[in-house]
């Protein structure tokens, strides 16, 4: 047997996880990725007695299953492998961050560069400022540096482009300036409420997604069941979530296309949904609204009430702006046709989420393995085909439109009068055992894979943010534009440092 399938938010004995030999886990992987339905969700290298352990798991989007499979190599040695990323461009961040990890070298690799610079690299000479920039040598060209510093708030990044005149021929974006060990923190961090703060902060903007995550995790290595009210509970929270950094987003497109009236009107209705956040939990970004197999904040019919009240709120002038905003000719004239990402080029690169589910992929783990209270609302993607701005724009609202009908129907069907009062560090996990969990946060799918010991302790933790997959989406987006289409072209995706910086 090649691979271990199992579903979303389960576990597997390490003992079931099949152990290959490279050249057949290799040919078995590819294999398998030939299928368009399947996609990497998570590879890399784990530290054992045996050696360096690599662990694969890929995600068929079809058939709601999940192949996990290994193989081990001696860590004393130094390591060479054929490079899966020479026939399957997909895999390139995910072999790039083991080599830059464990020093392995992947033989036909296209650029085994630097991913994030972490404190634990292998290579300890290696520096932020010795990045390996592409470059072309040409009288006729010019290259332009952004940041790490830049004159907004947003978090530490630098762009190189390659310019011939006002047209960005190339774009390389180096990230890896804040180093935050949260994987390690995890295993640091003793108790299920600390690591639950950790990944709260994995990406302010998705504490929920990387929230509800962690808990579906912790909740499998538990054998804890999860009562409906806790999965009605969290999907609200999720599709709020989206509510709120959509609207956020296309009021930061108005802004760098100088339509003033939308990004004023969609800042202050991204208000309403945060503060419903506050009124529900006391924090306005979800912290502390969710606990591994708990509800600390059960709804109640005042708290429903006001829920709906502030979804009408939002609604009436959400549409009316919106309706406007993508009949603006001005506004039309910067989104239409800039910034394309093609079909082909999203699955080279294995984009998810909406840089996926724009370019015809359809993409999304609330579909292909559902999780909290998906299954039961039948949830169809959004899925359009251009690829551009203007794309990316109308996906955010349409998703908009469906997270505000999902929320109605699952306050309908709360039970007011069941909550859950489990203290989540009452909660035994498993002994050696391997865990994955996938939630399709608003930017595209997260990942969260654990491993304990024999002890039932955690042993390695590891974290996918979709920007890992979609940063290099950005980077082929400006191709053929001009310089100053830059800023539209990165807030139609906005995608994360700090979740990328892990």
Known sequence: MAFQVVKNNSTIPLQQIPVLEYDVF????????????????????????????????????????????SFIKNGDEAITLNSLTAHHKAMHIYEREIHEQYGVAFYGHPWLKPVRFPFDKKDNTLNIPDYPFYGIKSHELHEVGVGPIHAGIIEPGHFRFICNGEKVLHLEIHLGFQHRGLEELMLQDKTILQRTILAESIAGDTVVGHNSAFCNAMEALGGIEVLPNIH?????????????????????????????????????????????????????????????????????????????????????????????????????????????????????????GMA????????????????????????????????????????????????????????????????????????????????????????????HCAITTKDGALAHYKIKDPSLNNWMALALAVRDNDISDFPVCNKSFNLSYCGYDL
């Open 26 to 69: 290799f040919q078995e992987v590819l294999n398998l990725l030939k299928n368009k339905n399947c996609h990497c969700v998570n590879y890399y290298a784990v530290p054992t007695a045996e050696g360096l352990k690599f662990i694969c798991c890929i995600a068929d989007d079809n058939e709601n299953k999940i192949h996990v499979t």
């Open 232 to 352: 009605i509970s969290r999907t609200i929270a999720s599709e709020l979530e989206r509510i709120a950094m959509h609207t956020a987003d296309l009021s930061a497109l108005c802004t760098d296309v100088a339509f003033q009236l939308g990004s004023a009107v969609l800042q202050g209705l991204r208000t309403i949904i945060i503060n419903t956040f506050l009124i529900w939990c006391g924090n306005r970004f979800a912290r502390k609204l969710i606990r591994c197999g708990s509800e600390p904040y059960p709804l109640n019919a005042e708290l429903i009430a006001k829920i709906k009240q502030n979804l009408d709120l939002f609604e009436k002038r959400y549409l009316e702006v919106v309706d406007k905003t993508m009949d603006m000719p001005s506004v039309l004239a910067r989104f239409d046709r800039t910034g394309i990402v093609t079909h082909e080029q999203s699955r080279m690169i294995g984009a998810v």
């Open 356 to 447: 996926a589910r724009t370019t015809g992929i359809i993409r999304d783990i609330r579909q292909s393995h559902p999780y909290a209270s998906y299954a039961e609302i039948m949830h169809e993607p959004v899925i359009l085909e251009t690829g551009d701005v203007k794309a990316r724009a109308k996906l955010r609202d349409l998703e908009v439109r469906q997270s505000l009908k999902y929320i109605r129907e699952l306050l309908e069907k709360y039970d007011l009068g069941t909550t859950s009062k489990l203290q989540p560090d009452s909660i035994k996990l498993k002994p050696e055992t391997f865990a994955i969990a996938l939630t399709e946060g608003w930017r595209g799918e997260i990942c």
